[in-house]
Nanobody, 124 residues
Framework: QLRIVESGGGLVQPGGSLRLSCVTS????????VGWFRQAPGKEREGISS????????HYADSVKGRFTISRDNAKNTVYLQMSSLKPEDTAVYYC?????????????????WGQGTQVTVSS
C-alpha cells in the first residue's frame, strides 16, 4: 500500500522553528524526487522546496529561501523540512509530494503522489 504521511506541524510563534517530516511506505523512495508544497486559505497551492532522488540537488521558492531547509534519509523513507524564522504568512497546510525520477521543480502537476498535509500556524 502506498502511503505518504506528513507530521510535525503545529502552532508556533513568529520567529520560531518547526521540523516537518514526510514518511513514506510502499515506495522505493530513492527513485523519487520529493517536493514540499503549502496552501493557505483562499490561496493557490505553492511549491516551496524540492529535493532530488539521491538528495544532491535542492530548490527553494524565494519566499522561503534562507529560512527553510529540505533534506532526506532514503534509508528511513523520510524527507524533512526544517523551517526557521517563521512568519505569520507561512501559515498554511503543508503537503509532501513524490515525483518519479531524479529531479522535479516546484509546480504541482509534476508530482504524482500526495500526502494529506499537516497544518502549520504561525501566530503570537
Amino acid at each position: 500500500q502506498l502511503r505518504i504521511v506528513e507530521s510535525g506541524g503545529g502552532l508556533v510563534q513568529p520567529g520560531g522553528s518547526l521540523r516537518l517530516s514526510c514518511v513514506t511506505s510502499g515506495f522505493t523512495l530513492d527513485e523519487y524526487a520529493v517536493g514540499w508544497f503549502r496552501q493557505a486559505p483562499g490561496k493557490e497551492r505553492e511549491g516551496i522546496s524540492s529535493i532530488s532522488s539521491p538528495g544532491d540537488s535542492t530548490h527553494y521558492a524565494d519566499s522561503v529561501k534562507g529560512r527553510f531547509t529540505i533534506s532526506r534519509d532514503n534509508a528511513k523513507n523520510t524527507v524533512y523540512l526544517q523551517m526557521s524564522s517563521l512568519k505569520p504568512e507561512d501559515t498554511a497546510v503543508y503537503y509532501c509530494a513524490l515525483s518519479r525520477g531524479y529531479s522535479s521543480g516546484l509546480t504541482f502537476w509534476e508530482y504524482e503522489y500526495w500526502g494529506q498535509g499537516t497544518q502549520v500556524t504561525v501566530s503570537s
